[in-house]
């Protein structure tokens, strides 16, 4: 039985390891460039709804392990961000990383954030603290959400967020994993 408990032990970290490792090709991203609402500075904490209007192209790119998403720099207010949607309810996880162009806008003019059924959140904006953090989220099955870069005059440089390490729903598959690993305890 102890033999038995072990191996039941080292599948589960091995399960819980490999869905930490989870990457950005767990699910279909698209890259939009959007309007958003309001005008002037952003603020931190900030939300503002995302319109349907194409704005001033900002561009990103995607590889399974890192998402990088720069601002747009053509005069138009707007977010430039990979959107998916969520398949089932659970927590979502990034790190993530903001950085200005040297030189570039004073603070509230660019931001780096995540969208979530329409409203973008701002989690960093240029000149300011926090640069670099985790985010984690809930989602229901159906919402739409993604991370990007938002700039509030499109002018004297784009901004970049860079985000890493995604791990869709780490809390629900980790307390499945515990709980398999539980069970084979108590039939000892």
Known sequence: ?????????????????????????????????????GSGLF??????????????????????TTMTVVGGNASV??????ST????????SVNWSFSNTPGGDSSGWDAGGWVLNGNFSVLALNSQS????????????????????????????????????FVPAPGAIGLLALAGLAGSRRRR
Not at 77 to 82: A, D, L, N, Q, S
Request: negative net charge; charged residues 5%.
């Open 1 to 37: 039985m102890y033999g038995r408990s072990i191996m039941l032990g080292v599948a589960g970290s091995l399960f819980i390891a490999s869905i930490a490792s989870a990457n950005f090709d767990s699910f279909t991203w698209s890259l939009s460039n959007n309007a958003l609402a």
């Open 130 to 165: 926090p640069t670099s953090g985790v985010l984690t989220f809930g989602v229901n099955a159906g919402d739409t959400f993604g991370f990007g870069t938002a700039t509030a005059d499109g002018a004297f440089g784009a901004s970049t967020t860079v985000f890493t390490d």
């Open 43 to 64: 603020t931190n904490p900030g939300s503002y709804a995302v319109g349907g209007a194409a704005a001033g192209g900002g561009s990103g790119t995607l590889t399974s």
């Open 85 to 92: 949607t969520a398949t089932t309810a659970g927590t979502i």
């Open 77 to 82: 207010r707007g977010v430039t961000w990979y």
